[in-house]
């Protein structure tokens, strides 16, 4: 969302934000997923999500700390960022299948519908407050809607706010996967060699 202002008023280039809307979300989604899958059959999908969140966190801090006027680099940069999120979001669609699997342990029952409503609530939710904390970001450094040029202090808020954010929310992101989602790679072997036995005893 802070893209979309950032590219525009910061970087003065209309065009880098149709390229950077194009390489984030298709290119970076086509590179990662062979990746992705590879690192969660490896290691665990909970253990290359904590890394994929990790390095974009550590790669938009490194952007945040130069303050970069080169669009190129930003674009480089924050696109190798992006690709560490999309480790996460590659993986966190076979995570589900682990909490389904997690839950039937648990309870003898298994609830796709109601664990894949929940997820798709909760994503619905979080896009919202996306576009809203945007919003209200720009309203706190000064953002002047219409002026043809935003002061020096609103351009560097808004770069501020469109590199320290991710790192901060994929660092978060990287501590709730580490201390509370419990179902690491041992768990969830564990949870399908009980499910086998069930089912095959």
């Known amino acids: 969302s802070m893209y979309n202002y950032l590219f525009p008023n910061y970087f003065r280039s209309s065009t ?3 390229m950077i809307n194009f390489i984030n979300p298709i290119g970076t989604i086509i590179l990662v997923t062979p990746i992705a899958s590879y690192l969660g059959r490896k290691i665990g999908k909970k253990e290359a999500a ?6 974009g966190s550590a790669l938009n801090l490194v952007l945040f700390f130069m303050k970069t006027d080169s669009v190129v680099v930003f674009i480089a940069l924050s696109s190798l960022a ?18 389904i699997d997690d839950l039937e342990v648990k309870n003898h029952n298994r609830d796709d519908g109601t664990v894949y ?24 450094v000064g953002y002047e809607s219409g002026a043809a040029q935003q002061t ?26 580490l201390f509370v989602y419990p179902l690491s790679k041992q768990r969830t072997l564990d949870n399908q060699q009980t499910l086998s036995e069930r089912r095959n005893g």
Do not use: H
């Open 50 to 55: 904590i890394i994929g969140m990790t390095i």
């Open 82 to 99: 992006f690709m560490s999120l999309n480790i996460f979001n590659v993986l966190v669609w076979a995570t589900i299948t682990d909490v």
């Open 16 to 18: 880098a934000i149709s």
């Open 152 to 177: 020096p202090e609103v351009l560097t808020g808004i770069y501020n706010i469109s590199t320290l954010a991710p790192a901060l929310g994929f660092f978060a992101c990287a501590m709730i996967l």
């Open 117 to 140: 409503a929940v997820n798709s609530f909760a994503r619905k939710i979080g896009q919202a407050l996306a576009g809203g904390l945007a919003g209200w970001a720009l309203t706190f």
